[in-house]
């Protein structure tokens, strides 16, 4: 077990400035805390620069666009901030938090006199999202029975911490039956993600993802359909029923945690993995994209 968050050391960038991370603390009234009024961002450094972070930072703003909350910093001092945090922590290949919360200065569900808080957080013991051996042999994925929300019930396009509560129940229901991941329908049935990563099938030179229509289209699932166009393969974003799954060869994840990690089962149907998949050699091409983008 890792050393739990709360007790780590370092530094934390909090409302425009850099505290020592234990001081990195926020009262239990909030509207972050009890409404998930709040989005965040997940992003990753290689070699100390952070994989298209003005894209990540775009998408932090639009995100608090859209659930109403005014990010009282520019584009530009989030950009320097992210980098200096790293600069300050030492780090080269990390995991990177900016979270945008609703504070205490009200409570209830107006907010009217809300207050903004913001805060960056780095870590580089996410190496892996996976265990490194499970994401070598492929995970299993078992359907959740929790569906990603239609367009007019969930702000889709937002990163927002509300709607994640639907991904950690469904990944609590995978872990509970023994397998590594849910996969998520939507609300029409069709097979829509993982519960922290975007889903792609591989039959032949034909690669088939979900159309993201109601889920999150991922930055790194928009870096990986433009890489394998790249390549010649051809990418059909369509509705996929749970029971075309079988047709397909291969499957895997895509995102920044994630990064792209193959799958070997969902509920009953097999997939192949190892080192002659498609799947296997587009893991060194990523590797090397986001290594040379550094
Ligand atoms: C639910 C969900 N879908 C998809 C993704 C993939 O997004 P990205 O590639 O931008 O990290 C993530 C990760 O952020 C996620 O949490």
Known sequence: MS????????????????????????HIISQGLHYASAVFEGERAYNGKIFKSEEHTKRLFKSAEIIGINIPFTEDEINEAKNELIRKMNYKDCYVRPLAWR???????STNNSNINVAIAVWDDWASYFKIEDRKAGLRLITSPWKRPAPDTAPYQAKASGP??????????????????ALMLDYRGYVAEGTGANIFFIKNNDIHTPIPDCFLN?????????????????????????????????????????????????????FTTGGNTTTFKFMGDFSEMVNKSS
């Open 103 to 109: 504070g205490g200065d009200q409570m209830g569900i």
């Open 218 to 270: 991922g930055i790194t699932r928009q870096a990986v359909i433009k890489m394998a166009m790249e390549q010649g393969f051809k990418i059909t974003e369509r509705h996929i029923l749970p029971e075309e799954i079988n047709n397909y060869d291969e499957a895997f994840l895509t995102g920044t945690a994630a990064e792209i990690t193959p799958i070997s089962s969902i509920d009953d149907v097999k």
């Open 3 to 26: 050393k739990s968050f709360e007790k780590r050391e370092g530094w934390i960038w909090m409302n425009g400035q850099f505290i020592p991370w234990q001081n990195a603390t926020s």
């Open 164 to 181: 994640y509560i639907i991904c950690t129940m469904s990944k609590e229901f995978a872990e509970q039956k023994g397998f590594h991941d």
